[in-house]
C-alpha cells in the first residue's frame, strides 16, 4: 500500500514562499509519476504541476509557470514544489498524487489517473 504524506502548508503574505513536501512510503518511489494539484473552496480540483519518474519531464500549469518549480529527490522518497511570488489566487488545500508508470519520461496531467492521493494541506496567501 502507498502513502503520502505532505508538509509545508502555512498562511503566507501575498509575494511571499513557501516550499511543499511529500514523501511516499510502501513501494518504490522511483517507480512514480508524482503530481501536485490544488482545489479551492466551490472549484474544482486542478493540477497545479506534474514531474516524470526521472525528474526530467515537467508539467506546469500555465498560472504557476516562472513561480513554482516541482522537483524530486529518489533518494529520499520527496517529491517538492516550491512557490515563490505567491498570490492570494493560490490559496487552495493542496494535495500530491501518484502514478505508477513504466515511462520514465512521460508525465501525466490527468487526475483520474493518479491512483494515491496525500491527505492534502492548506495554503492560504493573504492580500
Known amino acids: 500500500q502507498v502513502q503520502l504524506v505532505e508538509s509545508g502548508g502555512g498562511l503566507v503574505q501575498a509575494g511571499g514562499s513557501l516550499r511543499l513536501s511529500c514523501v511516499l512510503s510502501?513501494?518504490?518511489?522511483?517507480?512514480?509519476?508524482m503530481g501536485w494539484f490544488r482545489q479551492a473552496p466551490g472549484k474544482e480540483r486542478e493540477i497545479v504541476a506534474g514531474?516524470?519518474?526521472?525528474?526530467?519531464?515537467?508539467y506546469y500549469r500555465d498560472s504557476v509557470k516562472g513561480r513554482f518549480t516541482i522537483s524530486r529527490d529518489n533518494a529520499k522518497n520527496t517529491v517538492y514544489l516550491q512557490m515563490n511570488s505567491l498570490k492570494p489566487e493560490d490559496t487552495a488545500v493542496y494535495y500530491c498524487?501518484?502514478?505508477?508508470?513504466?515511462?520514465?519520461?512521460?508525465?501525466?496531467?490527468?487526475?483520474?489517473?493518479?491512483?494515491?492521493w496525500g491527505q492534502g494541506t492548506q495554503v492560504t496567501v493573504s492580500s
Open positions: 514531474i516524470s519518474r526521472s525528474g526530467g519531464g515537467l
Open positions: 510502501g513501494r518504490t518511489f522511483s517507480d512514480y509519476i
Open positions: 498524487a501518484a502514478d505508477r508508470s513504466y515511462s520514465t519520461v512521460v508525465v501525466t496531467t490527468t487526475q483520474s489517473e493518479y491512483d494515491y
